[in-house]
């Protein structure tokens, strides 16, 4: 593969002259002393008598999961709801209100609870190279973590992860100022072995947290989790044997949901799902194509993935600092994730999702802390990596356009530097199911009527997962992209492409109003709208023309199909953005 030669190709500094060359000789030396050290620690660890450790030696985790017994909350995994009143009642609220997770229910769940196995069945006939594998620090940066999700986190590390796969387990704590995280967290981590505690001197958003764990780390893979996750039997293995066959891949397990409220492990056996984005550059779940279904070679081989969630996944230290590691300058929350897919892809790496992998996230109800810096942080992904085609980002946002983003020169310089390709081949190669809009200019933006002066089209869709079914309403202009773009395309199609799937705005069978459907691919007559000179807009199908109604006792005006006449309330046209 080309970014697998180009990388191994020009290790570090090699054209550097003689200095560099010293340098290298000495890192090859420490390599070399690395693998001596590492196969001594192996061997010490595999000496337990006189005859050889069986093979399924190989396998014991560090720690050996204590019995829970069978009538413990939630021991299985299955969900919880305690009956309370008053005080208690009181107290669970409270501990979701700070947390955006039960915490209260945590709490009196164990930390050792063992999850229902919920793969594929034919991961269990996989074999892993024991004797080969990379070693791996298991990284967890935490802002202000609630006491037993950051201690199951780590004990379901410990638990489940070969003793000698297993380096490290560094926990960042990013200046959390909880009480609990203080001294009690340091002592009760003191007494279990291979974890660290790293404290951040000021609080550095989790970019940065993962990176002071990951400059510290010893291991030969970085494993990334997030301090409220659960790790599955097993979930270690396929990673690090898919680093060991192919360093430049970066490794995704599948996530599983556990419930926010009751703890519910919502682990799901068929195939997982791959990662996406919108054109907000919103991070967006989606089936398996068909053309990578026919690529892989069986139901539990790895899936290639356009972008990862984020929180979780392995990398090659090596690679990882090959690739420039994270974008520095990323603060607090989101962002970083689809930074990293574009860059994995872009410069020449793959990554994957790998079925036989299985980890639990608590998802909160919602964030539990402040993210106000996410739009800066796409807008830095978006100029680094996305060339001409932010345009279609800042056109659907356009207030990140004034978002301050800081210097991008370093992140640019290494785009150069490892001679990365363009988003064009990302989109044409990686992702190719994404739509990518015309936007022509005078088609997109708000579509607003020239009788009902100040109203446009407006869309809000029941949930980000499904954008189907509602109507479409009018409501004030408010230039801010969002619920009030719109394209228009050269396939008379008035696109909702903010979200994916994207929508089409639609008109059923006799009825009058305007409803939003899937887009298809080649565009269905009742999906047809032509916009015409006049600024007229005729529905193919109906032979009748959008106007602009009030609705009677309220806000809203609504679009509806009328037959045409020359009125102004029949008169549209797309704006970009406010005056
Ligand atoms: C998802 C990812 C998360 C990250 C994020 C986008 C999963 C399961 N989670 O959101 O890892 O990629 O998308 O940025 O894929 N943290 C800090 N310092 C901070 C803020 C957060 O250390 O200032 C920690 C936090 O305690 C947690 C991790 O970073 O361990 C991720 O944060 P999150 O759990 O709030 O993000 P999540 O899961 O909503
Ligand atoms: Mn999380």
């Not at 190989?58 to 069978?70: G, K, N």
């Not at 410990?158 to 100022?177: A, R, W």
């Not at 951040?200 to 030969?220: C, H, I, M, P, T």
């Not at 230039?479 to 492409?497: A, C, D, H, K, L």
Request: glycine share 6%.
């Amino acid at each position: 593969m080309w970014g697998r030669a180009a990388w191994r190709r020009c290790p570090r500094g090699l054209r550097r002259g003689r200095g560099a060359l010293l340098a290298l000789l000495a890192l090859l030396a420490l390599a070399g002393l690395g693998s001596v050290l590492r196969t001594r620690r192996r061997a010490g660890a595999a000496e337990t008598g006189l005859r050889r450790t069986p093979r399924s030696g190989r396998r014991d985790p560090v720690l050996p999961r204590p019995p829970v017994s069978e009538d413990a909350l939630g021991a299985h995994g299955e969900a919880v709801r305690l009956e309370l009143q008053g005080e208690e009642l009181r107290l669970q609220e409270e501990s979701v209100r700070l947390h955006q997770i039960n915490i209260y229910l945590s709490d009196r769940i164990s930390l050792h609870r063992r999850l229902p196995e919920r793969w594929n069945p034919l991961c269990k006939e996989k074999k892993y190279d024991y004797d080969h594998l990379p070693t791996t620090s298991v990284v967890i940066a935490f802002y202000n973590e609630a006491w037993s999700t950051l201690l199951r986190t780590v004990y379901s590390v410990l638990e489940t992860s070969p003793d000698t796969l297993l380096e490290e387990v560094i926990l960042v704590d990013d200046y959390s100022d909880r009480e609990h995280l203080k001294e009690r967290l340091a002592t009760e981590l003191a007494g279990l072995p291979k974890v660290r505690l790293i404290r951040a001197s000021k609080r550095e958003g989790l970019v940065r947290a993962r990176l002071l764990g990951a400059s510290a780390a010893k291991g030969d893979v970085l494993t990334f989790l997030d301090c409220h996750c659960e790790c599955h039997e097993g979930w270690l293995e396929p990673l690090l044997q898919r680093i060991h066959e192919k360093e430049s891949a970066v490794v995704c397990p599948v996530i599983d949901v556990i419930d926010w409220n009751t703890f519910e492990y919502l682990g799901n056996p068929g195939e997982p799902q791959i990662g996406g984005f919108d054109w907000r550059l919103v991070f967006t779940w989606h089936v398996v194509p068909k053309r990578e279904r026919i690529h892989m070679r069986s139901p539990v081989d790895v899936i290639r993935s356009p972008t990862m969630a984020g929180g979780l996944f392995a990398v090659s230290k090596r690679y990882f600092e090959y690739l420039g590691s994270y974008d520095t300058g990323m603060e607090v929350w989101g962002g970083e994730n689809l930074e990293f897919s574009f860059r994995i892809w872009q410069c020449g790496g793959t990554l994957e999702t790998h079925p036989c992998s299985h980890v639990g996230h608590v998802f909160p109800r919602q964030a539990p802390y402040s993210r106000s810096k996410a739009l800066a942080n796409s807008v830095r992904a978006a100029e680094v990596w996305m060339d001409e085609f932010k345009e279609l980002y800042y056109h659907r946002n356009p207030h990140a356009r004034l978002e301050p983003f800081g210097d991008v020169t370093e992140r640019k310089q290494l785009r150069a530097k490892l001679q990365c390709k363009d988003f064009k081949w990302f989109l044409e190669t990686v992702y190719p199911e994404l739509h990518v809009p015309e936007d022509r200019p005078g088609f997109f933006g708000m579509l607003q009527n020239k009788g009902l002066k100040d109203y446009c089209f407006d869309y809000n869709p029941p949930n980000e997962h499904q954008i189907t079914g509602h109507q479409v309403i009018l409501y004030h202009c408010h230039g801010m992209g969002q619920n009030q773009f719109f394209e228009y395309t050269s396939q008379n199609e008035i696109r909702y492409n903010t979200h994916q799937p994207e929508g089409c705005v639609s008109v059923e069978a006799g009825s009058d109003v305007l409803i939003m459907h899937l887009c298809e691919e080649a565009t269905p007559e009742d999906q047809k709208f032509i916009l015409q000179e006049d600024g007229s807009l005729f529905h193919v199908q109906s032979k009748k023309c959008v106007q602009a109604e009030r609705k009677e006792l309220s806000d809203n005006s609504v679009p509806l199909l009328r037959d045409c006449t020359n009125s102004e309330h029949q008169k549209w046209f797309f704006k970009e953005r406010m005056d």
